[in-house]
């Protein structure tokens, strides 16, 4: 993967991580989660993190 491509990539990430706080309705990460049981409220945070992640190990794989 180039540098641009990477640079793209980070981007998309980015713009994730904007739209999944400008979507959120909690304050703090831990109010995500139910404090009964370490499981996600109505929050979907967890959800884009695991779009995150996904991405995340397209650009580590790039790099091995």
Same mark, same amino acid.
């Given at each position: 993967?180039?540098?641009?491509?990477?640079?793209? =990539?980070?981007?998309?990430?980015? #713009?994730?991580?904007?739209?999944? !706080?400008?979507? *959120?309705?909690?304050? $703090?990460? =831990?109010?995500?989660?139910?404090? #009964?049981?370490?499981?996600?409220? !109505?929050?979907? *945070?967890?959800?884009? $993190?695991?779009?995150?992640?996904?991405?995340?190990?397209?650009?580590?794989?790039?790099?091995?």
């Amino acid at each position: 993967m180039t540098n641009k491509e990477k640079e793209k =990539l980070e981007n998309i990430m980015q #713009d994730i991580r904007d739209f999944r !706080d400008d979507v *959120c309705c909690y304050v $703090d990460d =831990l109010d995500c989660l139910s404090t #009964d049981t370490d499981q996600p409220n !109505d929050c979907t *945070c967890y959800k884009y $993190d695991e779009i995150l992640d996904k991405f995340e190990n397209i650009k580590t794989e790039s790099e091995e």
